[in-house]
């Protein structure tokens, strides 16, 4: 049996998920999705969910996209394309599992992520990369749309739909200042303390309250009418007085 390309790791209420096939440089592949999906439903299987998930890829590259080779071997198999609508639909559960996630979800970037592996970055609530990393968006040179499960939609949701088109139309090299500037990450860090940035905004998270947590994160993707709102208010504050803080 093969090696899994992906490492769960669960400290207390954190929970590391690693890319590991650093040889396909953590490449979007059907198995590498397929792991990703299961460890999230165990995750919200678990009877304490862990309250903040790290992902990030081993090796040089958090993430490099879709893995080419395997859609032309799917395509030579069924030339109608049913194995690439599969692997896509998979992209779009993935993508929504951790947009929609009651943890919060850290993305940890260093070196290269293209593509999908930029789109897998901006389903994270809060995502930090090292100075040296460098992404882009090179689907139209390789004859292929920006159709990443519906991912292209969250990276707009992010950044603005006139950015995301300078990134397709000009295929020009995101670096870390300017993935800063325009929003797709919250932090640049030298790749020595990248870890140490991870840590910090965990502890800084693990500090505020479960409940109020989940609910401020659904209203940041649903707002709610004031009237809506101030009643969420008033049911969270009943429920803090009989509870203890942070459980």
Known sequence: ???????????????????????????????????????????????RQPRVLVLSGAGPDFCIGGDL?????????????????R????????????????????????????????????????????EDSVGSLPELALGLPMAWGGGMHQLVAEIGQSRVRQLMLTRESITSEMALQMGIVHRVVPASVLDQSVEQWA?????????????????????????????????AFAARQNRAPNP
Do not use: Y
């Not at 409940?211 to 940041?220: F, G, K, R, W």
């Open 1 to 47: 049996m093969s090696n899994p390309v992906l490492a769960i790791c669960r400290e207390g209420d954190v929970v590391h998920m690693k890319m590991s096939d650093p040889q396909r440089h953590n490449a979007l592949s059907e198995r590498m999705m397929d792991e990703m999906l299961s460890a999230l439903e165990s995750l919200r299987q678990e009877p």
């Open 69 to 85: 080779p395997e859609f032309g071997d799917l395509f030579h198999e069924d030339p109608a394309g049913t194995g690439i609508v």
């Open 87 to 130: 692997l896509g639909s998979k992209a779009a559960r993935l993508f929504a599992d951790l947009s929609a996630s009651d943890m919060v979800t850290i993305a940890r970037i260093q070196g290269r992520w293209i593509g999908s592996g930029i789109a897998l970055a901006a389903a994270c609530h809060l995502r930090v990369a090292s």
């Open 203 to 235: 502890r800084a998270i693990l500090l505020g309250d479960r409940q109020a947590t989940t609910t401020s994160l659904e209203l940041l993707k649903k707002p709610v009418s004031v009237g809506i709102d101030a009643v969420l208010m008033a049911a």
